[in-house]
C-alpha cells in the first residue's frame, strides 16, 4: 500500500555545504527533524574519533541522515513517472532514508564492541516504541511505522525500496563519501553525484546503472577504496579508537567489582550492566561520555585515570605494523615484559586489525550482504559491474587486512628502572627480536 502526507504550506530548506540545499516540503518529514530522538543526532559524530586525525571531522549523524533524505529526494525526481517506480512509496523510501541511523549511539564503533549494541536493533526499538519519532509515524497510518523498520533492516518486500537505502550504490554510502571528504578535507572522496543519479534507473527490485554512466560508477567505486584506507582505517583514528575502547574496558571492570567511583558514571551503568531500556538509550550521547572521560581523569585508579586523560588530551598509542599476527611466543614475552614494567598488557598492548572490500559480489552468508551494481545494456538486459569495467573487476573480492599493535611509547620510555625489559620491548617491536 501507499503512504500520503500533508504538505507544508511553504517548502522549508537547510543550508548544506555538501548537496548546497536541502530541500523539505512534506510536513511528515519536517516533524521528523523535529522530534527529540532526532535531534539527538546533533550530538553523534558521523566519524566517531576521526577528529582526533582529522580536526574538521565533527560532522554529526543529523547533518548525514540530512544529506541522505536529499540523495533519495532528488532520486525519487529522477524515476518520477518511469515504469516500477511508484509514486505513492515516495513518502516511504524519504523516511526510510531519514531514519536509517536513528538507532546509533555514541561512539558506536566501540560502544557496540564493547557494550554488545547493534544500531539496528536500536533503530527499531525507536521507530516502533514509545517515542516521539513512532508518534508522527503513527499518524500517517498505524502500519506505517512497521515499514520503515522493515526498509530500515533490508526485510521489506519491496526490494527496489530497500537498494535505495542500502546496497552498492546507494544514497547512504553516496552522501557519507562526499560528506565524509568534505569534512576531513581529502579530496579522494569526489565522484559525480550528479551524473550518477541521471543514470540511476529503477526496476522491479533494484535500482540499475545505465550503461551510459559506468565511468562515474568507477569512479566513485574508487572514491571508496581511497576513503577506506586514507580515512576510515586512518592508523590514528584507530589509535583513538583503541584508548576509548578500553576506557570504558576499565570503567565497565570497575563497576563490576564495586569501585567507589569519585563520579559514579550513573548514565552509563545500564550500559556496564548489559540491560538497556529504551529511556536510558536515548540520554545517550557524545557529551555525555565526554564528560564522563573529563571527571575521570581525576579518579584514583591509575589505568582509568591515565586512560581517560590520553583520550581527552590526544595523548595516543603509538603504533608498528605487524605484517601477520604477531607470533604465540612473541606476543607472551611482550606481555610479561609488559608486566615487569608495571603495564597492564589488556590495556596497554592492544593488536588492532582491519579490511574491507572496496567493491564484493552478493554473497549470502559472508561479510556484507549488499546488492551488486547491474548495468543497464543498450540491448535492456543486466551485466553485473565487474564484467563490464576492468578497473572494478581489478579490485572486486580483493581482502586487504592489515594488523597493527599499539602501545604507549611515551610510558615505556619514562620506565627508568626497566632499562633491560624496555631494551627487549623495543628490540621486539621494531623488528630486532
Ligand atoms: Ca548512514
Known sequence: MGFTAEKLEEEKVFKDPVHRYIHVRDKL??????????????????????YLTFHGAEHSRFNHSLGVYEIVRRIAEVFKNRPHWREEDRLLCLTAALLHDIGHGPFSHSFEKVFHLDHEVWSRRIILGDTEVN??????????????????????????????ISSQVDADR????????????????????????????PTD??????????????????????????????????????ILTKV??????????????????????SLFREKVTLDEYLQLDESIVLYYFHMWQHEEDEILKDLANRF?????????????ELQMKQWMELSRLFEQIGLAPEYYLVVDS??????????PGEEEERLPIHLLMPG????????????????SGKKRTDHKLYFPKDLLDNAREHEREKKRILDILYGKG
Do not use: C
Open 380 to 395: 535492456g538486459e543486466l551485466q553485473e559491474l565487474s564484467r563490464q569495467s576492468d578497473i572494478v573487476e581489478s579490485i
Open 248 to 269: 570504558l574496558l576499565r570503567a565497565k571492570e570497575l563497576y563490576e567489582k564495586g569501585y567507589p567511583f569519585q563520579h559514579p558514571p550513573l548514565l552509563l551503568q
Open 135 to 164: 508518534q508522527v509515524l503513527k499518524a500517517v497510518d498505524s502500519s506505517f511505522p512497521q515499514r520503515v523498520a522493515d526498509v530500515i533492516e533490508k526485510t521489506d518486500e519491496n526490494k527496489l525500496i530497500v537498494s535505495l
Open 29 to 50: 518529514i519536517w516533524d521528523l527533524i523535529g522530534t527529540k530522538e532526532f535531534q539527538r543526532l546533533r550530538r553523534i559524530r558521523q566519524l566517531g574519533t576521526s
Open 174 to 201: 553516496m552522501d557519507y563519501l562526499l560528506r565524509d571528504a568534505y569534512y576531513t578535507g581529502v579530496s579522494y572522496g569526489q565522484f559525480d553525484m550528479e551524473r550518477i543519479l541521471r543514470v540511476m534507473r
Open 312 to 324: 581527552m588530551n590526544r595523548r595516543l598509542f603509538q603504533y608498528v605494523e605487524i605484517n601477520t
Open 205 to 242: 527490485d533494484q535500482v540499475v546503472i545505465k550503461h551510459s554512466g559506468m565511468h562515474a560508477v568507477e569512479h566513485y567505486i574508487m572514491s571508496r577504496y581511497q576513503m577506506y584506507w586514507q580515512v576510515y582505517f586512518h592508523p590514528v583514528t584507530r589509535s583513538a579508537e583503541v
Open 354 to 363: 582491519s579490511s574491507d572490500l572496496p567493491y564484493d559480489f552478493y554473497r
